[in-house]
């Protein structure tokens, strides 16, 4: 039998049956690990690399340097931080002759084909080690072209985030890239020390990071925005008062134009016209916002503030933390001068603001964001916790932040169980987690607007399939019946319109995968019932929708047509319309997918509802093919119907879970044999595959398919703690525990 440890360390040698126990150390595991840790800020400069729509890093040195001589050299440095250990898939594309450099070591040169083949893409794997990563291209100019596309292969889901290299830039997003050289500087000579100064090669590297001796002599206000008389601007930072107790602060200076200034939203100056200013303001120890409104004068954009506390000057810092910037302040504007906010509104970073004052029609590209003082310098949130890898997996970094499937079901798991235990910090952490993501949503359309790809919420934002939207929007609209935070909504209409409008289908109505030019091209996956039925149900519910909810019981009648195998009352893991015919594996957690989903489905669907008699006949023939293949163990296998594969998790919990559900709301015909195979499964869990730490173990990674169970034995091998399985783990024990107490009730 499959075995993740001794049976010893597992949850149940030390609970028993305390489900609650069980349930309460899942969590706090959970959160434990995954602390509340939300996305990064960094400067960035508009005038560097940005990203295509696919995510690849826009290394076109002919564009930007239309004056280069053939035989010329150029050079692309960036740095990549990695938590652990982590292979990906990095693509680059040739623009002419490339060399790349991966950690100082030689890891590709380009062919005459690569460099001359339109959009040509060549493949590397590149294993990160913990620490610091260096990513070094070199490129020559000729008639083919000059540069290089360079990112990662599925860059919406693994994740690559480029820092820049020197130490004169620490800190700042983004490559560096030199202006061109007549020979290589570095033939024969080492590559460039990265947290070195950038001086040191003779090289001009860029974009401009700094302003120029003439531009440091220009008004703050002026450099920024330019000179725009009668247009206006806000400018935050924060005063840090050190004194014992409550302390006065002078605040003096002046302006070249009207001014207003705020004190922890208290307005303490206004000044009609240019000239000097002097307020007190009473200060306890600590930080406070200081945000001033700036107007352009008719010959400059200009105010000087200095604060002190006894004579002795007060400092500033940043309002946020913003890596790669020293400076104190943020810039918005400019803003035609009837525009007002709010002040509660402007001291904050998780919204845009519209140039020409809020209105129903303001488009994104009207809007603007916070900058920095600094040649096209904005600040800019990135996503940084945990990245996936080629296999699926995440390392140990806190998935806080994250908008992706997996993380959709271990929301869900959250909720429920907090509500179960009436805890209502675990429903908190997990409604804060959606709302990490919401809060930004957009900001993160605007991000892709002004940079080519967002920078945060990427799948959301790239939705392209199922995958990127059905499962965390599920979980978002559950939140929903916590918080009811009205920014979920817009969210929700877009999910829902991409999955009743534009998402493809069949010609019977079947959703499917197009996926032109992918391995997974012209498929079915049973997985896509999870990935769009349980949003539909919990959509149709917020808006009184009954075509998502029919919609969601018809796609369980067309997927049973095409994935269904009747002689084992199980689905095949994939139909390929490439070769006409199911894949016939049924592997476990696809299965799981459709059971769980289906009880979802049957859950909400009125009792009269044309489709429910069909469904739930379908909820029994499945159940019935599963329960008569669970192990002795109480697991199912990998592959459902191949004993010699590995005993695996989460398909096992989402058999429990719906089990459980079909007992408690009198789905069944049958419901003893149930019964036992629920309590059999949560048994077999927490004694096998959940530790007494809360870890869990023996779920498989994310999958691909195949017509194989080679595949799914052998290459889908299980991690520790996969975000697949901890959601449905929880989900799984709450089931049980409710149905214990229901019968128990009885």
């Not at 440091?216 to 004194?243: D, H, M």
Request: glycine share 8%.
């Amino acid at each position: 039998m499959t075995t993740y440890f001794h049976e010893l360390e597992s949850v149940q040698s030390r609970l028993g049956d305390d489900d609650k126990q069980i349930l309460k150390v899942l969590a706090d595991r959970y959160i434990g690990a995954n602390p509340p840790v939300p996305f990064t800020y960094r400067a960035f400069h508009k005038s560097g690399v940005w990203q295509t729509e696919e995510g690849l890093f826009d290394l076109n040195l002919g564009r930007r340097f239309p004056e280069a001589k053939p035989g010329q050299y150029a050079y692309a440095y960036g740095l990549v931080w990695s938590d652990g250990e982590r292979s990906l898939d990095v693509l680059i594309r040739c623009l002419g002759p490339i060399r790349f450099y991966f950690n100082g070591e030689p890891a590709y040169r380009s062919n005459v084909i690569d460099e001359i083949k339109p959009d040509a893409s060549v493949k590397l794997s590149l294993n990160f080690v913990k620490g610091w990563n260096r990513l070094f291209i070199k490129a020559m100019n000729t008639t083919a072209g000059f540069g290089c596309l360079f990112g990662p292969d599925e860059a919406k889901v693994r994740i690559l985030n480029v820092l820049t290299p020197f130490a004169d830039r620490q800190g700042q997003a983004g490559w560096v890239y030199s202006a061109p050289v007549d020979t290589d500087v570095f033939d024969g000579r080492p590559l460039p020390d990265a947290h070195a100064s950038e001086l040191e090669n003779g090289l001009e590297w860029l974009p401009q990071y700094n302003w120029s001796e003439s531009e440091w002599g220009e008004p703050a206000c002026e450099r920024i925005f330019g000179l725009q008389p009668g247009k206006q601007a806000y400018a935050w930072t924060k005063l840090n008062q050190v004194s014992y107790g409550k302390a006065s602060c002078v605040l003096a200076g002046t302006a070249a134009g009207p001014l207003t200034v705020w004190v922890n939203g208290r307005q303490v100056l206004e000044l009609s016209e240019a000239g000097s200013f002097q307020a007190e303001v009473p200060l306890s120890f600590g930080k406070h916002d200081l945000l001033v409104r700036s107007v352009c004068g008719g010959n400059s954009w200009e105010f000087k503030l200095d604060a002190d506390v006894g004579g002795v000057p007060v400092a500033l810092s940043a309002p946020v933390d913003v890596l790669g910037s020293n400076k104190p302040w943020l810039y918005l504007g400019p803003f035609e001068s009837g525009v007002r906010f709010d002040y509660e509104d402007l001291v904050r970073t998780d919204r845009l603001y519209a140039k020409e004052g809020e209105s129903e029609s303001a488009q994104l590209r009207d809007k603007t964001y916070w900058r920095l003082d600094g040649p096209d310098a904005w600040i800019r949130p990135y996503y940084e916790n945990a990245m996936l890898s080629n296999k699926w997996t995440v390392g140990s970094v806190t998935n806080y932040a994250r908008w992706d499937y997996p993380l959709g079901v271990t929301i869900y798991g959250l909720l429920q169980t907090g509500r179960f235990l009436d805890r209502s910090d675990i429903v908190g952490y997990a409604a804060d987690h959606v709302r990490s993501c919401t809060d930004m949503f957009e900001y993160s359309l605007w991000d892709r607007e002004q940079y080519g790809f967002p920078a945060i919420n990427q799948q959301l934002v790239m939705m392209k399939m199922l995958d990127n939207c059905g499962s965390f929007g599920s979980a978002m609209l559950e939140a929903y019946k916590e918080c009811a935070n009205p920014g979920f909504l817009p969210i929700a209409e877009r999910i829902a319109d991409f999955i009743l409008r534009k998402l493809e289908r069949k010609e019977d109505g079947a959703f499917y995968r197009e996926c032109n030019d992918e391995y997974s091209e012209n498929t079915m996956w049973a997985d896509d019932l999870y990935m769009s039925t349980p949003f539909l149900c919990r959509y149709a519910k917020v808006t009184d929708s009954s075509e998502a909810l029919d919609e969601a019981a018809n796609q369980f009648l067309l997927f049973r047509k095409y994935l269904f195998m009747p002689e084992q009352r199980i689905m095949s893991h994939v139909f390929d319309f490439k070769y006409g015919k199911a894949t016939g594996i049924p592997w476990g957690r696809g299965n799981g997918w459709t059971l769980f989903s289906l009880t979802e489905v049957l859950e909400a669907l009125p009792v009269d509802h044309s489709a429910r008699p069909e469904l739930v006949a379908f909820f029994n023939e499945l159940c019935a093919g599963y329960a008569s293949l669970q192990a002795p163990s109480g697991l199912w296998h990998q592959v459902l119907n191949d004993p010699d594969a590995y005993l695996e998790a989460s398909c096992t919990a989402m058999f429990a879970y719906a089990f459980a559900r079909g007992v408690r709301f009198g789905w069944f015909s049958d419901p003893d044999r149930f019964i036992e195979a629920s309590m059999k499964a949560w048994d077999g869990l927490t004694r096998y595959a959940i530790d007494r730490q809360g870890n869990v173990h023996g779920v498989c990674s994310g999958s691909r398919y195949s017509f194989t169970a080679d595949y799914y034995k052998y290459d889908l091998l299980t991690v520790t703690n996969d975000n697949h399985g901890i959601g449905i783990m929880m989900l799984a024990g709450t089931e049980v525990a409710k149905l214990k107490e229901w019968l128990s009730s009885i």
